[in-house]
Antibody, heavy 123, light 110 residues
Framework: QVQLVETGGGLVKPGGSLRLSCAAS????????MSWIRQAPGKGLEWVSY????????YYADSVKGRFTISRDNAKNSLYLQLNSLRAEDTALYYC????????????????WGQGTTVTVSS | QSALTQPASVSGSPGQSITISCTGT?????????VSWYQQHPGKAPKLLIY???YRPSGVSNRFSGSKSGNTASLTISGVQAEDEADYYC??????????FGTGTKVTVL
């Protein structure tokens, strides 16, 4: 079945780095745009970044621009998020999600979500 | 990047219809037909209910409907049921290839 599984979260000190991964299965990964979204404890959803199906186009929220890097490996059906210069306010559950936009059609919505991986930034 | 504004809570009795508003600006909701809605039960990942303002993905109940007028989008739940008790979030394209989510609304079924 269509599935996304995030890994790589953990406890890291302020200023540290972490790399999140998202393994996709059950669909043609290389056809779809993908996004990362986060949710701080007890708070709402915050869009973080998205990447085009080819990986050539990437965009970021102002809150993470210059610190986070999104990438993908279509041969491995995997999405990544490199988190650098982490701050306490980056503490959150990080979800990867499949965008409905593909190489041939544009729609606005994220129709498949993983269960998330938790990032905690604390000294 | 300020969030879209949603009411903190909305409630209704079983069988009633309820509407959740999502207010943005002329830079996001008002300028694009790119609004989506998500349902999130406690401890679960969000689920897409509506995309492109008013379209339902396959498998989503037709009790959920979306619309937009000016800078405000709306999600209506017709005949609300106990299992609809959850948090709901809107989202919009904001231009410059960025997205924004709403503040979230807790729906309580009385």
């Amino acid at each position: 079945q269509v599935q996304l599984v995030e890994t790589g979260g953990g406890l890291v000190k302020p200023g540290g780095s972490l790399r999140l991964s998202c393994a996709a299965s059950g669909f043609t990964f290389s056809d779809y745009y993908m996004s990362w979204i986060r949710q701080a404890p007890g708070k709402g959803l915050e869009w973080v970044s998205y990447i085009s199906s080819s990986g050539r186009i990437t965009y970021y929220a102002d809150s993470v621009k210059g610190r986070f890097t999104i990438s993908r490996d279509n041969a491995k059906n995997s999405l990544y998020l490199q988190l650098n210069s982490l701050r306490a306010e980056d503490t959150a559950l990080y979800y990867c999600a499949r965008e409905m936009t593909t190489v041939t059609a544009t729609y606005y919505g994220m129709d498949v979500w993983g269960q998330g991986t938790t990032v905690t930034v604390s000294s | 990047q300020s969030a879209l504004t949603q009411p903190a809570s909305v409630s209704g009795s079983p069988g009633q219809s309820i509407t959740i508003s999502c207010t943005g600006t002329s830079s996001d909701v008002g300028s694009y037909n790119y609004v989506s809605w998500y349902q999130q039960h406690p401890g679960k990942a969000p689920k897409l209910l509506i995309y492109d303002v008013s379209y339902r993905p396959s498998g989503v109940s037709n009790r959920f409907s979306g619309s937009k007028s000016g800078n405000t989008a709306s999600l209506t739940i017709s005949g609300v049921q106990a299992e609809d008790e959850a948090d709901y979030y809107c989202s919009s394209y904001r231009g410059s290839s960025t997205y924004v989510f709403g503040t979230g609304t807790k729906v309580t079924v009385l």
